[in-house]
């Protein structure tokens, strides 16, 4: 399966903007993009004017790169939200913000949706009863996800549970810490999704 195996920290510097790809390190001091706030390679600090193309670009990648999805998977993302009623941009982002690594991330399970892909490719949840492993599964309103029990020793879950109240979590899931699970009340509006993407550069940039 293909992925991304470079440097992360590399990736947020070429989008100049933190994407929170590691965690704790993405709130401290020892972040490269504090230091080195421009592209990476010898050229990056004499950057030519971004065209309207190249802005639509970067802002696909940028986003490509906060949800972890590689770009056959996000193209499929995004013909899905041109099929969906409504506003396609919107769709495109509650696609994503719906996945279950995702979830696992936003409520505080996991430090980086990184990592939160990892637990849920190694099977430590239960959706609806049932085991998922796949990171890409899309969570639905009144969904109920649970840790594995038999997973709530390992030290990720301790760490989890022993700094869940810390994180802000998003009010279309709550968070029950006594038994390590996630209710989805509903499907996230736009409004209440805090990714700061200008969605509607990726519908012009797919739209050409």
């Avoid at 509650?94 to 996945?99: D, G």
Wanted: proline share 5%; net charge positive.
């Amino acid at each position: 399966m293909a992925r991304y195996t470079g440097a992360d920290c590399k990736r947020c510097r070429r989008e100049k903007v933190k994407l929170f790809l590691k965690g704790s390190k993405c709130d401290g001091p020892k972040c490269p993009i504090e230091s080195r706030p421009y592209p990476p390679g010898q050229h990056g600090r004499g950057r030519a004017k971004e065209s309207e193309y190249l802005l639509q670009m970067r802002e696909k990648q940028k986003c490509a790169r906060i949800y972890g999805v590689l770009e056959k998977q996000f193209r499929g993302y995004y013909e899905e939200a041109n099929r969906k009623q409504g506003k396609t941009a919107e769709n495109l982002l509650v696609l994503l913000e719906t996945r279950l690594d995702n979830v696992v991330f936003r409520a505080g399970f996991a430090k980086s949706r990184d990592m939160a892909r990892q637990l849920v490719r190694h099977g430590h949840f239960i959706v609806n009863g049932k085991k998922v492993n796949i990171p890409s599964y899309r969570v639905s309103a009144m969904d109920i996800i649970d840790v594995l029990p038999k997973s709530l020793d390992l030290t990720p879950f301790i760490v989890a549970s022993a700094e869940l109240g810390e994180k802000a979590v998003p009010a279309w899931m709550e968070v029950v810490g006594s038994q390590m699970r996630i209710i989805i009340h509903s499907v996230p509006a736009r409004a209440v999704i805090d990714t700061q993407i200008q969605e509607q550069l990726i519908v012009e940039l797919y739209s050409k």
